[in-house]
């Protein structure tokens, strides 16, 4: 597993923010995928995990109704679509696999970590 981050800007309060996790492995319909957010000085924490079957995704409370993730396992792909973003979601995100059925949020889960990739939300 070889894990790309990528989407990640600079965007105004209330904007939105598409960010994608691919990868270029071969069995990539067998991971879970995590996004994962580390804001400067503070520790890196779950924002958002999908099964391998797409289905009933976590969110951390602080996201819930503005992000969704999903994926496209033909295009070995996970897509966090980011709106209404607030100062708050600042911060470096990664994204990360294990292989297995669900997910979850905690990091320490996790075996593969992509290399993050930066979201700035002004005021």
């Known amino acids: 597993v070889q894990l790309q981050a990528s989407g990640g800007g600079l965007v105004q309060s209330g904007g939105s923010l598409r960010l994608s996790c691919a990868d270029s492995?071969?069995?990539?319909?067998?991971?879970?995928i995590g996004w994962f957010r580390q804001a400067p000085g503070k520790e890196r924490e779950g924002v958002s995990c999908i099964p391998i079957n797409g289905k009933n995704p976590a969110y951390v409370d602080s996201v819930k109704g503005r992000f969704i993730i999903s994926r496209d396992n033909a295009k070995k792909s996970v897509y966090l679509q980011m709106n209404s973003l607030k100062p708050e979601d600042t911060g470096i995100y990664y994204c990360?696999?294990?292989?297995?059925?669900?997910?979850?949020?905690?990091?320490?889960?996790?075996?593969?970590w992509g290399q993050g990739t930066q979201v700035t939300v002004s005021s």
């Open positions: 990360a696999a294990r292989r297995f059925d669900n997910c979850y949020l905690h990091r320490e889960w996790y075996d593969y």
């Open positions: 492995g071969e069995t990539f319909d067998l991971y879970a």
